[in-house]
Structures are given as structure tokens and as C-alpha cells.
């Protein structure tokens, strides 16, 4: 019976983790290599860049290595995924540029408030000689940047309508781990609340947080416009995915193999940067089909926001770098 019991509860947790089943195309002899990400829904650039990152090594690859894809954060949330990587339980992740602040200062040049005009802005940045070093600014650690994904600008959304950077005084916004995003949200007289991407739909609605941050396919694929009054097109961010693999992993390939998986994340990520511009326009129309509220800035609105969170540019000068700054704002 004890027996019986062990193996119901094995079986459970196997289909509790079960990779995104397109994506599981494994055979008997191939090496297995998973791809855990903490995004879902379908119409995610993450999930459908991930998603078609494995599809095609399982092709170009087959017989030789496969991916599982595990989205939603079912093998590995934010807290434990980058460790999952150096420790070989992982091969391939793709995290928000937001949660690399306990190995590289650098990146949190991508979470300065209005450096970048807009997606193309920072997308030129990410393919500047600076963009390109900071792609492997974390070797020392052991991580390899395949490419950055672009995946949208952000928005701010609240339990209250948000017009001036004044309408959120005295509330709480989750973050992602960045101290650039906790300064911003104290910028505006608001409360930072750091947070693991999983846990934010229940934060909201149980209103242990007011407010957060994000694009539209993460607003819309999560359902937090359903527990939000709404969300304001403050463009203030750009959030980007470093696509990303372990250096000991990439070492132990055969050559051949490895230029093989090389080229294809390559092509992926050309594919997923020139597609994420239709697939946010989806995100967001979706958003207000299913009666969501979308708040558009006049300039002189825009201005207010823009005036809050300068002082923040300063503040992190100085451990991002004034040269990557300075870059980054003349992408
Ligand atoms: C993601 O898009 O990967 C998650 C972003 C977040 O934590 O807000």
C-alpha cells in the first residue's frame, strides 16, 4: 500500500512537471537538455520562442540531443533557476535582464526608467559593440549569453487609476529583484515589494500588493488586468530576456554539435526580436478585448513621470558603469 502510495505521488509529480508537451520529443540515446522558463499562455514571444528553440534542436538535432521546455516556472521559479544552471539541472534559460543583480551590476542599466525612447531603442543598444559585451559580462560566473530577447516595453498598472507618477504615492508595486526597480518605485513615493514572478497574479488579487510593472503578454497571460483597475501606457522600461546557457555545458558539447545548437539559437533569436513587436500589439488588443482598461499619457503627464524617476539615473550611475549609461541613452 505504502508502495502503491509512493508511486501515485511519483506519477502526480511527473505530470505536475511535464514539459510543454509539443516541445517533448525526446528518444531513446539523445541527450536530454531542458529549457525552464517562468512564462505561459500562448501568445507569450517567450514561450513561443522557447518553445520554437526546441523544435528545432529536437529536428536539427535529433538523435543526437532534445529539449524539454518547462514554462509557467513548473521545474524552476525566479529564485532558483540561475543556481538550477550552474549546477547542470537546467541548460537553457531565458530571465528578465531584472534578475541578474547578484551577479553583474551592469545589466541594470536596462532597468534605468526612460532610457530607452522605445523598442527599437533598446533593441539597438542590445546589438551595440556595448549591448554585445554585456551579453557575457557574467563568464566569470559560468554564464553564456545565446542572445537578448526583447519582450516588450513595460506599464504600470494599480488597483486605482494612474495618471502622475503622484497617483501612486503610498502604494505598494512588486518588482523583480532589482534594487534600479526598487529606487524607481521609492522615486515615485511608492513601496517596493521584490516578488517571484509566479506569485504576483495572487499578490495582486489578494491585495497584498497594490500595483506592478510589466509588458503586455506577461499583463495579459497572467490575467493581472482581471484584478487590476487598470494599466497606464508609461512605456518607462524596456524588458528584455537573456537567453542564456551554462559555460560547462556548452564545454562538454562535441564541436560539431555545438555550432549546430549555436546557429539555431542564433536564428531564434533574430526570429523572436523581429516578431515581438505584432506579438505585444496581440497582447495588448487582447487585453482590451477581454475588458481590460488601457490608460494613455498626454505629454504633459508623460513629463511628470519622467521628472519622478530621473534622480534614479544618477543614483546608479556610478555601479552600472557611466560608459554603459551613456550608451544605452544614445541607442
Ligand atoms: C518574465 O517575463 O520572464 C517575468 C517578468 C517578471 O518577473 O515580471
Redo the contacts with the bound molecule.
Keep these: 500500500m505504502k508502495k502503491l502510495a509512493h508511486a501515485l505521488a511519483a506519477t502526480a509529480l511527473a505530470i505536475a512537471v511535464a514539459p510543454a508537451a509539443m516541445a517533448n520529443d525526446c528518444d531513446p540515446g539523445e541527450r536530454v537538455t531542458k529549457f525552464s522558463?517562468?512564462?505561459g499562455g500562448t501568445t507569450?514571444p517567450?514561450v513561443v520562442a522557447a518553445n520554437s528553440f526546441a523544435a528545432r534542436v529536437n529536428k536539427e538535432l535529433n538523435g543526437v540531443m532534445c529539449v524539454e521546455v518547462y514554462p509557467n516556472s513548473t521545474l524552476f521559479g525566479?529564485s532558483k533557476e540561475l543556481e538550477a544552471l550552474l549546477l547542470g539541472d537546467v541548460q537553457f534559460l531565458?530571465?528578465?535582464l531584472?534578475?541578474f543583480g547578484s551577479y553583474t551590476k551592469k545589466l541594470g542599466v536596462f532597468d534605468l526608467p526612460f532610457i530607452f525612447k522605445d523598442m527599437d531603442a533598446g533593441m539597438r543598444f542590445t546589438q551595440s559593440k556595448t549591448g554585445k559585451s554585456l551579453l557575457n559580462s557574467m563568464e566569470d560566473v559560468g554564464f553564456v549569453g545565446l542572445g537578448y530577447w526583447a519582450?516588450g516595453m513595460k506599464y504600470f498598472s494599480a488597483n486605482k487609476p494612474l495618471l502622475t507618477p503622484a497617483d501612486a504615492k503610498g502604494l505598494k508595486f512588486?518588482v523583480?529583484t532589482s534594487d534600479v526597480a526598487k529606487a524607481m518605485i521609492a522615486a515615485m513615493g511608492a513601496s517596493p515589494q521584490p516578488m517571484?514572478?509566479a506569485e504576483?497574479y495572487g499578490a495582486l488579487q489578494t491585495k497584498v500588493v497594490d500595483g506592478?510593472?510589466?509588458?503586455w503578454?506577461?499583463i495579459y497571460t497572467k490575467k493581472f488586468f482581471e484584478v487590476q483597475d487598470g494599466t497606464t501606457e508609461t512605456n518607462h522600461q524596456m524588458?528584455a530576456?537573456l537567453f542564456m546557457t551554462s559555460k560547462e555545458f556548452l564545454d562538454s558539447l562535441k564541436p560539431d554539435v555545438r555550432a549546430k545548437l549555436m546557429r539555431i539559437a542564433n536564428d531564434v533569436t533574430i526570429e523572436a526580436n523581429n516578431s515581438v513587436k505584432a506579438a505585444e500589439a496581440l497582447n495588448r488588443s487582447n487585453i482590451v478585448k477581454a475588458g481590460g482598461t488601457i490608460r494613455t499619457l498626454n505629454a504633459a503627464q508623460r513629463k511628470a513621470w519622467v521628472d519622478a524617476m530621473m534622480p534614479v539615473w544618477k543614483q546608479f550611475e556610478k555601479e552600472i558603469g557611466p560608459d554603459i549609461v551613456k550608451a544605452a541613452a544614445n541607442s
Design positions: 522558463h517562468v512564462t507569450h517567450k525566479d531565458a530571465p528578465s531584472s534578475k519582450a512588486r523583480q517571484a514572478f504576483v506592478q510593472e510589466n509588458t503578454a506577461n524588458l530576456y
